[in-house]
Structure formats: structure tokens, C-alpha cells
């Protein structure tokens, strides 16, 4: 699927993953249980991860989708968040579950939170498949996630460069060789 050279190095391994998401999913179905859980997750980046995830929670729910894109260079995050797809779902009186791929800075899920709070859901907790928490410059609370990274661009499992990627089944970085500056 990748030529040998694209890897710089595997930082989690599909077992790793599929362990780690087994555990997300017992804790969630539990800590959720009587509740209405709804699942929202950011496209495109959280798709592979939702998809695992909510396979592995066995009590009722159902999930949505936003699509934001920040505007920006490619590789950093402005914070500033334009919708491209809003929620079909209305989510007034739900548990809401943001579904991420990764939380770097956190101003896209600070901004993101503040949009969907004032839409009066019963609650709203984050779950990650993987964060930075080394990079963060505003303060948001993730209640779930998966791994913590450390400061590398990361790609695989749902991630991408340049739209590629995203459908490696574990986390790598790139060789040097691959990326434009
Ligand atoms: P934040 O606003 O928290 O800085 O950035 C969040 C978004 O930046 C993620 O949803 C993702 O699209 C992108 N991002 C941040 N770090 C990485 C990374 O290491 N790899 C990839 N592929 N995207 C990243």
C-alpha cells in the first residue's frame, strides 16, 4: 500500500488501536447508559475512528456528522472554524459525544464546543482518538482519549497529508522526503 520509504516510524500499531478502542467503547457504554447519546463526529478525520468506536458501544445511539475546515496553512491550526456541513440532527436535550481524530492546539474543539453548547444539549464531552497535549494553547477539557502523542505530524488511521493516508490502518509519520514545505 505505501513504498518503503513513505514510513519515518509506526507510533501506534493496529493492535495497539483496536485494544485501546475496545476500552474507550466498554467505558463510554457504561458512563452513558440510560442516557441519549448521540455521536458527532468531525469529518472527515474522525470517520475511521467513529466507525471502530461505535461498534464497540453496546448501548442504543445514534450518530451525525459535522464537516468544519480552519482556515490556514495545511499543517497548523488558526482556530478560526468555517462549517462546510452542519448537524442533521437537532441535539437540544442530548449527550453529545464529539468524535475527534486528533486535538493539537485545541482552538478548533474550543471553537466547535462553544457552537454546539449554545445549541443547549443535556451534556457535551470530547473523545479522541489521539492528542497533543504538549501543544495546547486553550485550555479544553478531552474526556476520552485514545493515545498522547508527542509533537509529530502524524498520519494514518483516518489522518491525512495532502488528503492521503487516511485509510493506512495505524499511526506513522512521514518521511521528510514526502512532505512540502
Ligand atoms: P487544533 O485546532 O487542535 O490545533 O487542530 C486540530 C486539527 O488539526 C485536527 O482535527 C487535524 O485536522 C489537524 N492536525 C493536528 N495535528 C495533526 C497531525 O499530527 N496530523 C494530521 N494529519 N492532522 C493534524
Not at 23 to 36: T, W
Not at 81 to 89: A, G, W, Y
Amino acid at each position: 500500500m505505501l513504498k518503503n520509504n513513505e514510513i519515518s516510524e509506526i507510533l501506534i500499531t493496529e493492535e495497539e488501536i483496536k485494544n485501546k478502542i475496545t476500552e474507550l467503547g466498554k467505558k463510554i457504554s457504561k458512563d452513558y447508559k440510560g442516557k441519549n447519546l448521540i455521536l458527532v463526529g468531525i469529518l472527515r478525520g474522525a470517520v475511521i475512528f467513529m466507525a471502530d468506536l461505535a461498534r464497540t458501544i453496546s448501548i442504543p445511539m445514534v450518530f451525525d456528522f459535522i464537516a468544519i475546515s480552519s482556515y490556514g496553512a495545511e499543517t497548523k491550526s488558526s482556530g478560526v472554524v468555517r462549517i462546510l456541513k452542519d448537524l442533521d440532527v437537532n441535539i437540544k436535550g442530548k449527550d453529545v459525544l464529539i468524535v475527534e481524530d486528533i486535538v493539537d492546539t485545541g482552538l478548533t474543539l474550543d471553537y466547535l464546543l462553544r457552537m454546539l453548547k449554545s445549541r443547549k444539549p443535556a451534556s457535551i464531552k470530547v473523545c479522541t482518538f489521539l492528542t497533543k497535549t504538549a501543544r495546547r494553547k486553550v485550555n479544553v477539557k478531552v474526556d476520552y482519549s485514545g493515545f498522547d502523542i508527542p509533537n509529530k505530524f502524524v498520519v494514518g488511521y483516518g489522518l491525512d497529508y495532502a488528503g492521503k493516508y487516511r485509510n493506512v490502518p495505524y499511526v506513522f509519520t512521514l518521511n521528510s522526503k514526502f512532505i512540502q514545505e
